[in-house]
Every structure is written in C-alpha cells, then in structure tokens.
C-alpha cells in the first residue's frame, strides 16, 4: 500500500465505522433501514452538525469554542422577544444569527487581539452568554409564536419528504466544503491552525482569520438555535447546555487533529452522523439512556484510539 | 574503546535507508561523518543509540558482537549523543536536567546538595564551571546548553559521544571553546563522532572522514590525506563545479536605503543602501542584531526610530503582510517553524504568500496553481515525486527551495535571506546559490544574514558587519577576508 492509499483510507475510517454501525443496526432492527426513520435520524442531527460545521473551523486553528451552546441559547431568546415584540419573523430570525455572529466576534477578538487561550476565552464568554439569556427571559422559556416562517424552519418539509433542517444542514455542507477547499480564507485557516508564526511571515492576517472563524462559529450556533426554537416553538434560556461537547466529538469523530492544521469538513458530517445514528439505533433497540451514555462514551474513545494507533 | 559497525542496513517499510553499512570508529578520534541529507547519517548514529534497531550487520565493542536494543543498551556501554535540538527540559535547572530520572537520593527524597556539587564537578570538567547549577536550563545560550549535554554524557560516564550538527546555533566563541573540549576529551581517549555539513570545521578538527551517499559506504578518509574537492566528489558522486558560483550581474540604481534604523532595544543606528542586483551580506556574532534588522524591515519587530526608503518611496511595513504588499520577501531562518507548514502540501506552501494571484473574489482556480507550483517546481529544481506530498516529506535542501518558491511566484523588490543555506547539504547549497544569482540578475536587492563566513564572502557584494546591535562597518567583499570580518564583528579594530 502506498503512504497516498493508507491516508486516503485512514481519511475514510469514520465513514466505513458509520457503514459499519448503520449495518449493525439494521441487521438487528428491522425499523432502523426505513426512509422514515433515516429522515428522522437526518433532522435529529442538523442542529448538532450546523454547530459541528462552525466548529470545525475552530478546531482546524488549534482552537476551542465552549460557548456555542450559550451562544445558541442567547440568540433564541433574542429572537423570540423580537417576535413577541411584534417584528417581522424573517427579520428576527436573521437577527439572531447576527447576534450569533457578533457574539463569536467577541470571541474572537479575545482570542485574537487579547492573547487569551481559546479554551480560557470561551468557557469565560459561555458562563457571561448563559446569564445574558436568563436575564432577559427572565429565567422562563419564551413561548407562542404565530409564524408559519418561522415554524418551517425546522419543523418544515421540502417536498413533503425532505425536513427543512435537513435541507439547511446539507446547504451548509456544501458551503463550508467550498469554502475550505476552494477559497484563500480556507486555505488560511489550514496555515494558521497548521503554523501560526510561518503563516503570520508569509502574509496571513492571522487575527482576521481567527476572528473570522470564531464569528462563523457563533453564527453557525445561532442558526441552529434558530432551527431548535422553531421545533420546540420556544425559545428556553437553558438550551443547548453540553452541545459544544458533541460537537467537538463530532469534529474529532470525523479525524481533525485537536492540534489544528489537519481536518476536513466531510469527516465532521459523518462524526455527526455516526453519533446520530448511534443515539437512534439505541433507541430503537431499547437500551436504557444509562447505558447509552456508556456506549457513545465508548465508541468516540475507540474511534480516537484505533485513529490514533493506525497514525502510528 | 574501539567500535566496529559491519553491514549495517535498514529499511523503513519499501524504503532502504542503509546499505550494507561500515563504520570503524577508535578510541580518542574525531570522526567525521559526512554526507548529503537523506544520505543515512542520522539513522546509523540512531542505530548506534539503539533507537532503531538493524535489519542486518553487526556491532562490536572491543571486538565483542553486541547487542543495542534500547537507548538504555547504548547508555551502558557508554555511548552518548547530543542531538542538534538539544534535549534539556528548559525550566528544570541545570542539575536537574544533569540528574533527570537518576536523581541522587538520601532517605527517599532527593539529595540537592549532592546533585548540586556533582553537577559543577562535571561542568568544570567541560569549562563550563561558570555556570549556575540552580539555574533554569531555558535561561543559558544555546552554547552552555551544549555543555550541560556534554557534561551530562561525561556523567553518565560516555566513551563515545556523536555529535549532530554541534555547531550550527553557535556563536564563533562557543565554536572555539566547543573545539578546546572536544580536544581534551579526545586526549581522554573519548571517541567523538562529529556530524556536519561544514567542510572548514570538519578539516580543522577531525582525524577521519567517513562519507555516505543514498544509504551507501563510499569510503572513509585520513583528513591530512584528503581534501574539500575529493569529499565533496565523494557526497554527491559527481563533480559539483564551483562551490559558490560566480555572478555577472549589472548593479542598479538603490532599492532599499535604510537611515539609522532602530528597534525596541536590539539594533540602534543601522543605516545602508542596498542597489539592484547586489547582494548585502550581513555577518556578525549570534545575537549582535543580524536577524533583528531583518525582522524590523519586515514588520515583525517594531520599528521605533529611522527611515526606511524602498525605490524612492518611505516604507511603511507595520506588519509583514504590509512589507509583502511594498514588495519586500523574507526567507526565515527556521524553515520548520518559521518558514513552512509541515503538515501543508509543497503546492501549498508554494503558493502561501501569493495565492491571491490564482484567485478571483476570495476563490482559488486550482489550475492557475497546480500550473504556477509546477513551474516552480521545475525552475527550483524542487525534487519531489508529487507537489501534493507532505513537504515534511522533502529532504532539508528541497525543503528550502519550496521557502524560496513562496517568493518567486512574483518577485520581491528586495529579498531579506536569513541564514538561507542553513542544514543544507553541499548540493543544495550551490543550488540555492544558483537562484540567489539569478534573483540578482532580475534586478531584485538581496540582504543575506549568514554564519558562514565562506558563504558571506563568496556570495556577497558588499558585507555589513554587525557588533552588540550596532553596525562596525560596511566592507567590500572584494576587499574583506574572515580575519577582517571577524575582528570588527569582536569589536576590534
């Protein structure tokens, strides 16, 4: 085997767990291969591949973003109030992922302009976002919105099959694959998380890639709290609480080092599927929500450690 | 002790790295070991060290096959290796790192007063008494962190010491004192293994030579017997030409011209013109401000006093990629941590700094790259099976062709080299040399920092010497020799 053929196979050892654990589950469920579970399995896991997707930029730099769920959870309540306020929901909706972009903003600016670690930096901004929604909900979920826009968004059907997350999930893919594989700023992203100080020599606005990236993150978050409030149609000033862990076990999943430089945004689709289907085929097969912690638990720590043991 | 190493190959998976392998080393001998990077030397020293082991040969120690399974094996029989990235723990103090996981202990817990006149015991046995004990490793100069090696692989009681590339980070004082140990050990019977790419320090200090090229024993050489011509043939197997080849070039009118330049407390009064087509050697000891007046011009250190003119304009560069944008280059004097992303592809490492010109509206057009890395790749003579390798995969050499290649895709104004033929092999040295002529002929102003006195008075036009930050003078290179050289950058008249 050639060291091109090992990486490329290395490359898709997620991919062939998913075919794997998808054929597992198949063989010993009988309603797990249905085209309406998979949709539903699909939109189970837009909302953590939309933050996955922001997330993976982060990770690519060598960073960390802890406060996407915080950041989820201020950009619904901003929403809602605007809608109980009486705005347009098109106009809210766009709102809040704003306010999501601005947020990460913020962080970046720490992390880029303060020199603060970004694991420091953002666990920091998660505590000060989560308060920031209490207040403003004061503490109580903000219900009732009249708005078939905003109750499409994930709650919708595209050709009566295809749920609108879903459809927004696969958008964003596409997107973001363009934009690491195709742009200079993805490139940029790849020399700054690979080699910060030779980027930095070479003409790389290291910041302004890092603030961009951490402002992608916060907006990617804030759409899917967008997609979270519109299914539950409530906007809760807790939601999203430990929804950077899975995300970050997605990106890990899917075999982008946490050292930065090395990743791709196709391993995080197939991380967030693997722990989607995962999470499904449990269900479906009835294992308490006891053991189903142990098993993910289980599965991400051996997907690491066969990665790992193979980079050897 | 006398060690003898008979057939040694190895193969890393389809790749064989050593060949059938000799290599005779005596007691109380200097033994070069030379040849072109990716030639075999590190991973016969590694196999001495047991940290590979062989596929076949043999290794004897005074005539008894031995087996080195481990680098605990090799500590044994009293063979010891400072690496070129040397390996102390820089905020452990020196006796710490001298005792690391052998620590001398008293009722369980941990002698200090014995490890710490045992560690000056050993430095004042390398020279080194002046040194702190208590000192944190990370505070000494890359020099005296040489010496608490040394004296840590005497501790250990080491009768053969390898050498990497000793002397590579080295100001020309820790060299002298560096040569003066190595002498006494030598008149102690210790055998030294000296692995190096520069040919004047090899002649001055070694007794043998032993060359490999492409995993291959060429031939070992009596140095009062041989000559620079005959090793260089030997490492690459053909004749090389001239070492440094000669340039023809018009020079122009002024590029850059540079006004009693100052930085935050590292150079101060720095003031030369560099013209179209010349090249400015910048020579000088370790941290007397060579690389700093580069860094300044680029962005990287602040500039806080001086004007700075680039074709008749001020330069105003606050940042490097505003210095990129006024048309200035700047070859980095680390390529592993400064100048390349290892884990990135050749093409795009290549194409790091300009990749904007394959580019419309943020996106790259693929084909305009591959194009433009091709043609770099072929113009540098870039030796890589594939541009979409790994460019860790390359040897040293290429690998500092793809930095040059970074650059060349629009050539700068003014291109600042710092140490740009440093850890490459003789081949590829004359190679780089080949480019910087032809970057001169093309009318670009080259600045070139160097350690290696040859190398500065070879290839430059005019040399700017430097001494404790400040400038000691501008010497033609037509006129200049080392001796001259020298004594202005010690301060001398």
Known sequence: MTPQQKATLQKLGPFLALLLVGAGLAFMSPDFL???????????????????????????????????GSILALASVLTAMMMRAGYDPMFATLAGVFAGAVMGCVNGLIVAKGKVAPFIATLGMMTVLRGLSLVFSNGSPITGFQSDFFSMLGGGYVAGLIPVPVVWTLLMFALFWFV????????????????????????????????????????????????????????????????????????????????????????????????????????????????????????????????????? | MQIKMSGISKAFGPVKVLEGVDFALAAGEIHA??????????????????????????????????????????????????????????????????????????????????????????????????IDPDIEAGKLSIGQQQMVEIAKALSLNAQVLIMDEPTAALTEREIEKLFGIMADLKAKGVAIVYVSHRMEEIFRVSDKISVLRDGQFVGERVIAETGFDEIVRLMVGRELGDRFPKRAVEIGTV?????????????????????????????????????????????????????????????????????????????????????????????????????SRYAHGGVVNGRAESAAVARLVDELHIRTRDA??????????????????????????????????????????????????????????????????????????????????????????????????MTAATGGN
Not at chain 2, 61 to 71: E, K, L, N
């Open chain 2, 33 to 130: 070991l030379m040849g072109e990077n990716g030639a075999g030397k590190s991973t016969l020293m590694k196999i001495l060290c047991g940290v590979y082991q062989a596929d076949a040969g043999t290794i004897e120690v005074d005539g008894h096959a031995v087996q080195i399974h481990s680098t605990t094996d090799s500590e044994h029989l009293g063979i010891a290796i400072i690496h070129q990235e040397l390996n102390l723990i820089p905020q452990l103090s020196v006796m710490e790192n001298l005792f690391l996981a052998r620590e001398p202990r008293r009722f369980g817990v941990i002698d200090s007063g014995r490890m710490r006149r045992e560690t000056q015991h050993w430095l004042a046995l390398v020279g080194a008494g002046q």
């Open chain 1, 180 to 312: 690491l594989k195709k742009t200079v700023f993805g490139r940029h992203v790849y020399a700054t998380g690979g080699n910060a100080e030779a980027a930095l020599l070479s003409g790389v606005k290291t910041d302004r890639v890092q603030i961009g990236v951490y402002t992608i993150s916060g907006a990617m978050a804030a759409m899917a709290g967008m997609v979270l409030t519109s299914r539950l149609n409530s906007a809760q000033p807790t939601a999203g609480m430990g929804y950077e862990l899975d995300a970050i076990a997605a990106v890990v999943l899917g075999g982008t080092s946490l050292a930065g430089g090395r990743g791709w945004i196709f391993g995080t689709l197939v991380g967030v599927l693997l722990i989607g289907v995962l999470n499904n085929g449990l269900n479906l097969l009835g294992v308490s929500s006891f053991y189903q912690q142990v098993i993910k638990g289980s599965v991400i720590l051996l997907a690491v450690l066969i990665d790992r043991g193979s980079k050897k």
């Open chain 1, 34 to 68: 249905t085209v309406g579970n998979l949709m539903n399995v699909l939109r189970q896991v837009s909302i953590n591949a939309l933050i996955a997707f922001g997330m993976t930029l982060v990770i690519l730099l060598g960073g960390i973003d802890l406060s996407v």
């Open chain 2, 255 to 355: 590029r850059l011209a540079v006004n009693d330049l100052a930085d935050q407390g590292n150079i101060a009064g720095i003031g030369f013109e560099v013209h179209a087509g010349e090249v400015l050697g910048v020579a000088g000891l370790m941290g007397a401000g060579r690389s700093e007046i580069l860094k300044t011009l680029f962005g990287v250190n602040r500039r806080t006093h001086g004007e700075v003119m680039l074709d008749g304009q001020a330069l105003v560069a606050r940042t490097p990629s505003q210095a990129i944008a006024a048309g200035i280059g700047f070859v980095t004097e680390d390529r592993k941590s400064q100048g390349l992303v290892l884990g990135m592809s050749v093409r795009e490492n290549a194409t790091l700094v300009h990749l």
């Open chain 2, 388 to 485: 979409e390798l790994d460019v860790k995969s390359l040897s040293g050499g290429n690998q500092q062709k793809v930095v040059f290649a970074k650059w060349l895709a629009n050539p700068p104004k003014v291109l600042l080299l710092d140490e740009p033929t440093r850890g490459v092999d003789v081949g590829g040295k004359a190679e780089i040399y080949h480019i910087i002529n032809r970057l001169a002929a093309a009318g670009v102003a080259i600045v070139m920092v160097s350690s290696e006195l040859p190398e500065v008075l070879a290839m430059s036009d005019r040399i700017l010497v430097m001494h404790q930050g400040r400038q000691a003078g501008i010497f033609s290179a037509a006129d200049a020799t080392q001796e001259t050289i």
